[in-house]
């Protein structure tokens, strides 16, 4: 089992990409928690050159709730990673973590099927991203 979804984009930026990525979560009712500029950081801490890269830290708080009220350590797992990022030819992979395989280190049956209702609105994410 893969353990992110991926698309990949041409002819786009990351400033025109991400409104894009953000409003297809909101559809599946995630929002964005966090936020990584993995390209600043790096530059900053190592003063490495990384082309455009951001994490978002993204949640649904429903099955947050769901999840947490039934495997409380189980934050340390959250938020659903969804990435961002420039690849060397100059296109964009849109990629979201698989949250079936993050779940399976829980070992709790209790949580699988939220987990792969989670799984399933992140892969409609991926694929419903708008193009323009």
């Given at each position: ?22 409003e297809?979560?909101?559809?599946e ?6 936020e ?15 082309l ?31 990435c961002?990022?420039?690849?060397e030819?100059?296109d964009?992979?849109?990629s ?32 419903n991203?708008?193009?323009k």
């Amino acid at each position: 089992m893969k353990y992110h979804h991926s698309r990949t984009f041409t002819n786009t930026t990351l400033e025109k990409l991400r409104p894009r990525v953000e409003e297809a979560l909101k559809t599946e009712g995630f929002g964005v928690l966090t936020e990584i500029d993995i390209q600043a950081t790096m530059k900053n801490k190592l003063d490495k050159d990384y082309l455009p890269h951001v994490i978002l830290g993204a949640c649904n708080p429903v099955y947050a709730d769901k999840i947490l009220s039934i495997e409380p350590n189980v934050s340390t797992l959250l938020p659903c990673n969804v990435c961002i990022r420039e690849l060397e030819n100059g296109d964009y992979e849109v990629s979201a973590m698989n949250p079936m395989v993050a779940m399976q280190a829980v070992k709790n049956p209790s949580i699988e099927t939220e987990a792969k209702d989670v799984d399933q609105k992140l892969q409609n994410i991926i694929k419903n991203i708008s193009t323009k």
